[in-house]
């Protein structure tokens, strides 16, 4: 438990380092995330160190919006002023968003996989020429 | 006295936990993805605050214990990440591709509609980058001349539309492919998101986690190029 909070912590203490030196516009926690990606392929931690942390904080991420959540409280008023813009355009964005990303992906995959599939036929049809 | 124990801070850490596991075994129980627990949890706690006179700054002297580990939170989603890597290498064309696109679609479509319903100059601001993880909506949001505590509300909104309705939509719109869901959920709506998606597979919720990366990223560089444009 001590050495799996001390790579989560660590990688989150390089995570805020990183930004306070560079300036760059990234949260900590996300290039905390990236260099414990990192620091797994390189092999410098073993994913046994910190899979039980990781595995429970993740099992519970929901939990950890419940207080940021509940400031929505503070808002109610600029809120019900205007919650049919707020509303209204987080739901239309918000499903617009899943449809776009998930149909790129699936359309870009597919072609991809034509292109490659004619490459190898065409590199096949040569060899078969050659032959 | 009793205002004494209400506001006590083990009191309320203790409510906060009780209240979601109350509301995850309702889940449980019912089945329903309606019964999100962390939208139930959010408004039965602001209704006992509000009920009981406690106002949010106190609660939140006790609930920060809480908030703190969302950071750490996101920082171990770098394992899931690391378990699908060389998967996510043979994809990297179509992973790139539809995060582009969710990012610019995603700005572009709350600013405009959010204009077209009325809404002020500094909310406009504040829903542009509703989509990402709330360190980098809050940033972004301050850079626009939108208000950084209202953005973090609607970050969570966004969160739980995403957490309730996201599979739902998809299925309408005929996403299938295991890979395409969990970057579209994590795209669309952040951490809530895939948390959603962990909960029903491993797999799906590695992507999520790529495609809440990815999208954070893509909305700290574009959202302030973007929305000058608009």
Redesign the interface.
Known sequence: MVRQCFILFGCMALGELVTKLTGVKLPSSIIGMLLLTLLLKLKVIKLEWVRGLTDFLIANLGFFFVPPGVALMLHFNLIKAELVPIVGATVVSTALVLLVTGQTHQVVAKGEKKITHKIKDKIADKHNHHD | MIKGILTNQYFLLAL?FGI?QGCKMLQRKTGSILLN???F??GL??LF??ACHIP?DT??ES??L??F??????????????LQ?SQIKK?I???L???M??CM??IV???V???L????DA?VAS?AS??V????AM?VSQALGG?P??T???V????????V??FK??SV?????P???G???G???H??G???A?ERDEFV?AYA?L?L?LN??FT??LTPTVVAWL
């Open positions: 906060t979601y627990p962390i939208l949890a959010i706690i602001i605050l509000t949010y609660y939140h609930a920060k809480i908030d580990w969302l950071k750490p939170a996101v920082v171990a989603l770098g394992v899931p990440l690391y890597l994809e064309v179509p992973i591709a539809s995060q696109m969710g679609v995603g479509s709350v600013v509609t959010a204009r319903l009325g809404a002020s909310v829903l509703k989509s993880t709330t360190p980098i940033e208000i505590s209202l973090a509300a609607i969570v909104i966004t969160g739980l539309i995403g957490g309705a996201g939509i998809m719109g005929h996403i299938h492919n890979a395409a869901k970057l579209s959920i795209a669309a709506s951490a809530v895939t948390s959603v962990m919720g986690s495609g990366t954070g990223i700290a560089l």
